[in-house]
């Protein structure tokens, strides 16, 4: 192990840069070993020690995670901060209300005041990132493969996060694992509470072209929202309190309205979720043929129930407008997943890679020893939890979508222990489900959730052998003889989870909840997921063990070259260029989209393509200010050939000043299996254009108010 740790150092640390300038999502500590002079070649007149540097401010403390699954940039002193606005969706969503409606109507706040409190979004600022690998390796290596190595990596991990955290109530720290476990890092960070939703355009700008243009080029969609940072008197995270005050920045990002251009420097600093480059083409086939195939296949029947309520009752649109595009998002990834996977045959170029790397292995002895059995040990895993992950992933996206079983199943302890006599746990039990009930109602709807029970519950009968299925399926059979919609209405009908007001009158009989049907059928659910569970739990382990192995060889491999690890939610820098792309034969897409594109593209009888009159009357006027182009035309996003995926929305997208230039919003369909083999020729980042934003916040919103607190250069 530590013969690996020192390889893998060897690799990163020695290189002095990446095989080509715009992969990868490197980590900030290790920027500085990368060739500078690469970076000035294309054009960046900003230094490793500008973007990350824990002695004074960098641009990372101007980039922070934005409700644990985005990107947000502070843009002013004053703690303003941009980001997507499908990552500020879900919020906007539930301080909307059918009079209120923010997501189709847009909000601007015309004062602190009218900022509007935004209960449970944290927005987390990075403080250190420090490789912590040697003492990690150290304290673990003698349980290194065995069951007490978890016990041992959380020790050690305990140990080294109270010593760099100390007393301090506003840090936070964890050890992360990159490298498939070959390498850990600590990272520590400050994560503030009270965020106060500051604006947004409507829907028919934010969300423009909606499912049908997601993943798509050319885009038009001005995908942006802005929040506030509040903190208490001395600058530090606080519960909302009406006498916090707005967060001053230790750097905020300065705002160029000079556009972009062709082959222009573009550099994006987020936090990526996950991706897989190190994927074998074993678990390409199962992300194909599982994962992706039953992702596919269940949302896609739930959206049409879902979308069908949704444009039929202005109430369940607004109820339901989060959870359908939460869930469309990777529907659709998944589809562009599958479709590239066949198209750029993905599965077999890992498969050739896999043969090349057994080779070298083979040729070496002591290669052998540590790496010879790391593919076979892949596929093997991989193949024997086949049907638990099959049978787990129904579970999940079937009965797992249905809303009031979820809700009940918060409810199952609290039924078992007072079966038992456990009083005191029982009602610790009931406490708990009565707090995940507390906003539950705003955004359900009953009748459309009995319809999803339908649909889904057929589903799961269609695709999994009798003797897999929960025992409710016999009662289905037996009393109902076989008609899932008639035990779906008697159990609605009697069961106390649909209807708010039965339930806060089942609370003063708490024996009702206990006995009600919706938890009878959750406990039948529960065996069969832990009969996959058990299986997944035995292979996974071994799947990880060979992952780690294929990766370290890998690393050793390929030494020599700088190896950049897997996403994992920490902040990751990107560089390249504005760009255009061939997506086939004979067409070029442009770099850019204007204001036109959005006017040809309208259907006032489709909701998504709806264009709002005002910003009509703006295009015929071509009132643009100085927010146009210099041909005068009105500039709305642009293409780049950063590395981002999921977690980097609403990342900023910085010119070679480090200058915001954009805000990262989305990726191309040509490339959607990016996340596991980078494509060079047809990847690239759609980012709405920052003159864009300005543009709809000052001469659409009427918002130009907050442009007073940005740093502005032309």
Request: charged share 25%; with cysteine.
């Amino acid at each position: 192990m530590k013969k690996i740790t020192l390889i893998l150092i060897g690799a990163i640390l020695f290189s002095i840069a990446p095989l080509r300038a715009d992969e990868g999502m490197w980590i900030l500590p290790l920027i500085e070993k990368l060739n500078n002079k690469k970076l000035a070649e294309l054009g960046f007149k900003i230094s490793a020690k500008d973007i990350y540097d824990i002695n004074k401010s960098s641009l990372k403390d101007a980039i922070v995670h934005f409700g644990g699954g985005c990107t947000g940039e502070i843009i002013s002193g004053e703690g303003l901060l941009l980001t997507n606005h499908h990552c500020g969706y879900g919020v906007i969503q539930r301080l909307s209300t059918v009079e209120n409606d923010y997501l189709q109507n847009g909000f601007w706040a015309m004062n602190r005041e009218q900022e509007l409190p935004s209960p449970g979004l944290t927005v987390t600022f990075l403080e250190s990132f420090t490789d912590v690998t040697n003492e990690v390796v150290k304290a673990t290596a003698a349980v290194e493969n065995t069951p007490e190595f978890a016990k041992a990596l959380q020790a050690v991990s305990d140990d080294i996060i109270k010593r760099a955290v100390g007393d301090n109530k506003y840090l936070r720290g964890r050890v992360s694992s990159f490298y498939g476990g070959n390498a850990y890092y600590l990272v520590v960070t400050k994560t503030y509470t009270d965020i106060r939703f500051v604006g947004a355009p409507p829907s028919s700008i934010g969300k423009y072209g909606a499912d049908t243009d997601n993943w798509m080029w050319p885009r038009h969609t001005g995908d942006f929202s802005m929040f506030r940072v509040y903190a208490d008197k001395d600058n530090n995270p606080a519960p909302y309190s009406p006498d916090n005050k707005p967060y001053i920045p230790k750097k905020h990002l300065t705002i160029s309205l000079k556009g972009v251009k062709q082959g222009d420097p573009a550099m994006i600093i987020g936090y990526p979720g996950r991706t897989n480059r190190f994927m074998t083409s074993s678990e390409v086939k199962e992300t194909s043929d599982i994962t992706n195939a039953i992702v596919i296949y269940v949302r896609g029947i739930r959206q049409e129930v879902l979308m069908a309520d949704m444009e039929a009752d202005p109430k369940i649109r607004l109820q339901y407008s989060s959870k359908y595009a939460g869930s469309s998002n990777y529907w659709k990834k998944a589809i562009g997943m599958n479709e590239t996977f066949k198209k750029l045959k993905v599965q077999e170029r890992r498969a050739d890679e896999e043969v090349k790397f057994q080779e070298w292995v083979n040729a070496n002895p002591a290669r052998k020893a540590k790496y010879g059995t790391a593919l076979e040990e892949i596929k093997g895993a991989v193949s024997n939890r086949a049907e638990a992950l099959y049978l787990s992933a129904y579970l999940r996206e079937a009965l797992g979508s249905i809303e009031m079983l979820s809700v009940a199943a918060s409810f199952t302890d609290y039924a078992e222990n007072l079966a038992k006599g456990n009083t005191e746990e029982a009602g610790k039990a009931l406490e708990f489900g009565k707090r995940r009930l507390s906003a539950f109602y705003k955004d359900y709807s009953a009748p459309t959730d009995r319809k999803v029970a339908k649909a889904l519950i057929k589903v799961f009968r269609d695709k999994i052998k009798g003797e897999e299925r929960p025992a409710f399926y016999n009662v289905i059979d037996e009393k109902f003889g076989g008609n899932i919609d008639a035990f779906v209405d008697n159990l609605y009908d009697n069961s106390v989870f649909p209807c708010e007001e039965k339930f806060k009158k089942a609370l003063e009989t708490p024996e009702v909840i206990a006995n009600d049907p919706a938890i009878a059928i959750v406990k039948t659910i529960a065996p069969v997921q832990m009969k996959a569970m058990q299986i997944l739990s035995k292979e996974n382990p071994v799947l990880a063990k060979g992952q780690k192995a294929y990766i370290a060889g890998q690393l050793e491999m390929k030494q020599g070259q700088a190896m950049y690890p897997d996403a994992n939610s920490t902040m990751r820098m990107t560089y390249g260029q504005v760009l255009n792309y061939s997506p086939k034969d004979a067409v070029i897409y442009e770099h850019i989209t204007t204001l036109k594109g959005v006017m040809e593209k309208e259907d006032p009888n489709n909701w998504e393509f709806v264009v709002p009159e005002k910003l009509k009357e703006l295009y015929k006027k071509a009132d643009y200010g100085q927010y146009a182009m210099e041909d005068g035309r009105m500039p709305v996003a642009f293409l780049s050939t950063n590395d981002i995926t999921g977690g980097n929305s609403g990342s900023p997208v910085l010119n070679g000043k480090g200058e915001l230039i954009g805000t990262a919003f989305d990726g191309n369909w040509e490339a959607m299996s990016g996340d596991i083999i980078f494509e060079p020729n047809l990847q690239r980042t759609i980012s709405v254009d920052i003159r864009y934003t300005l543009f709809i916040m000052d001469k659409f919103g009427g918002a130009a108010h907050l442009l007073k607190e940005m740093t502005i250069v032309k």
